[in-house]
């Protein structure tokens, strides 16, 4: 596929980075509520926030991918 579309995936990954990050934020500390039952400490709010800035451009990545397939799907309807 070529770039020259009006919304390539990294414009789309970048637009939805801060709803990935928080999505994971929030994922990510419900996840570690529940680490007391294998044993596990749970994490701090502001470790869980700061761990899902990293783990957010894949998540962000994932969702523009899925957004410009989307989009193409779209096209074809028409």
């Known amino acids: 596929m070529s ?9 789309l990954a970048l637009l939805m980075y801060p709803f990935a990050s ?3 934020a929030i994922n990510l500390f ?3 509520l529940m680490a007391p039952v294998v044993g596990l400490d749970t ?3 502001l470790t869980a926030l700061k761990l899902s800035v990293v783990l957010g451009v894949p998540a962000a990545w994932a969702a523009g991918r899925w957004a410009r397939h989307l989009m193409d799907e779209a096209d074809e309807g028409t």
Do not use: I
Not at 3 to 11: A, N
């Open 30 to 32: 419900m996840l570690s």
């Open 43 to 45: 994490l701090n709010p």
């Open 3 to 11: 770039d020259d579309r009006p919304w390539p995936v990294w414009k």
């Open 22 to 24: 928080g999505a994971v």
